[in-house]
């Protein structure tokens, strides 16, 4: 079992950055892949970006890249995002997963956080 809490959300206004965290307990996350998705109101939860267990290959939405940054720190079992560049529909509820093989889908992750809210104003 692996648990993850995230943090580090709030309320920042367009063009302004936040840094979310995600931190793992239980087995070591550096057993796992990670990724961060999201869900704005009224919509499905969506793939933000994913990185795998050593941290070495990361990929991202089409939608975040070039503004958002995933990172890991696995002596501190801790998952980062650097958000930079925000924007009004990047408002959302940020999850942080973690699985045995890296993808792009929710069913790809065992484990979910309860998620952190992001939102941007304009």
């Known amino acids: 079992q692996v648990q993850l809490v995230e943090s580090g959300g709030g309320l920042v206004q367009a063009g302004g950055s936040l840094r979310l965290s995600c931190a793992a307990s239980g087995r070591p996350a550096s057993n796992y892949a990670m990724s961060w998705f999201r869900q704005a109101p009224g919509k499905e939860r969506e793939f933000v970006a994913a990185?795998?267990?050593?941290?070495?290959?990361?990929y991202y939405s089409d939608s975040v890249k070039g503004r958002f940054t995933i990172s890991r720190d696995n002596a501190k079992n801790t998952l980062y995002l650097q958000m930079n560049s925000l924007k009004p529909e990047d408002t959302a509820v940020y999850f942080c997963?973690?699985?045995?093989?890296?993808?792009?889908?929710?069913?790809?992750?065992?484990?979910w956080g309860q998620g952190t809210q992001v939102t941007v104003s304009s």
């Open positions: 990185i795998s267990w050593s941290g070495g290959i990361t």
């Open positions: 997963a973690a699985g045995v093989v890296s993808g792009m889908k929710s069913n790809d992750y065992r484990y």
